[in-house]
């Protein structure tokens, strides 16, 4: 079993940098894809970037595309989302996923069967 916690989020205005971080207790990470989705108020839950087991190969989302970075630390069990010139929009809860092991990243929620508890980021216009 894996157990994930989320850190990093607050407050911060639009503008702004925020690191987020998920860390992984119970298992080693080192073979598992591993992404970051968000949900704002009354939307769906979406996909924002994910990272292979190794980290070399990633992909962002269309909205937050020049303006983050996915990256993972496999011998910290720690998974990393730099956020930079925040926007109001991208307000939401965030949470980091895992795929069970040997799997390649994607952006289908299904795909992903652990889950931390999420931190939540908000922008202040």
């Known amino acids: 079993q894996v157990q994930l916690v989320e850190s990093g989020g607050g407050l911060v205005q639009a503008g702004g940098s925020l690191r987020l971080s998920c860390t992984a207790s119970?298992?080693?990470?080192?073979?598992?894809?591993m992404a970051w989705f968000r949900q704002a108020p009354r939307k769906e839950r979406e996909v924002v970037a994910g990272?292979?087991?190794?980290?070399?190969?990633?992909y962002d989302a269309d909205s937050v595309r020049g303006r983050i970075t996915i990256s993972r630390d496999n011998g910290k069990n720690t998974m990393y989302l730099q956020m930079n010139s925040l926007k109001p929009e991208d307000t939401a809860v965030y949470y980091c996923?895992?795929?069970?092991?040997?799997?390649?990243?994607?952006?289908?929620?299904?795909?992903?069967?652990?889950w931390g508890q999420g931190t939540q980021v908000t922008v202040s216009s």
């Open positions: 119970g298992r080693t990470l080192s073979s598992y894809a």
């Open positions: 996923a895992a795929r069970l092991p040997g799997n390649s990243v994607t952006s289908n929620i299904a795909d992903y069967v652990y």
């Open positions: 990272t292979n087991w190794r980290g070399d190969r990633t």
